[in-house]
């Protein structure tokens, strides 16, 4: 198997790609463009909580950087603050809630790379006007992710 040889790279602080849809903001780091499909990594700037919901595709790791953070995983609930990591694997639902709402940062890495793709396209919706339902579910479906009723 002959894979292209990935160069390396580095971003400064604060750079990487803003992607912004209804009250989330995040900045993606990492893609699978600049990782060969290893991993993607984007940062919560503008926190919100994430219902329960599982990944068919990805395995999730969380890394707090501010505040106090809630995940639960599985039938277990962490309370996590900074310097603290949460692990989810792919099909095990999860959530995460802030214990003070809207506030905290966490850096999030994704294993294999490609759930960016779920943030640039309901970027892209929320600029096209379109962002509702709809386009959360078509792009939930395509990104294998199922929300659930908690």
Do not use: C
């Amino acid at each position: 198997m002959n894979q292209p040889m990935l160069s390396g790279f580095k971003l400064d602080p604060g750079s990487g790609e803003r992607v912004r849809f209804g009250d989330v903001e995040v900045v993606v780091r990492a893609t699978a463009r600049n990782t060969g499909g290893a991993f993607s990594m984007f940062e919560e700037v503008d926190p919100a909580d994430t219902p329960l919901h599982a990944h068919e595709h990805e395995d999730e790791l969380f890394y707090v950087l501010e505040g106090e953070h809630v995940f639960r995983v599985g039938e277990e609930e962490f309370r996590v603050g900074p310097g603290g990591v949460v692990f989810a694997p792919r099909g095990v639902p999860h959530s995460q809630r802030r214990v003070v709402p809207r506030t905290g940062r966490e850096l999030v890495m994704t294993f294999p790379a490609g759930l960016e793709g779920f943030f640039f396209e309901l970027g892209q919706a929320e600029r096209d006007g379109t962002l509702g339902p709809e386009a959360y579910a078509r792009v939930s479906q395509k990104y294998g992710i199922t929300w659930l009723d908690e």
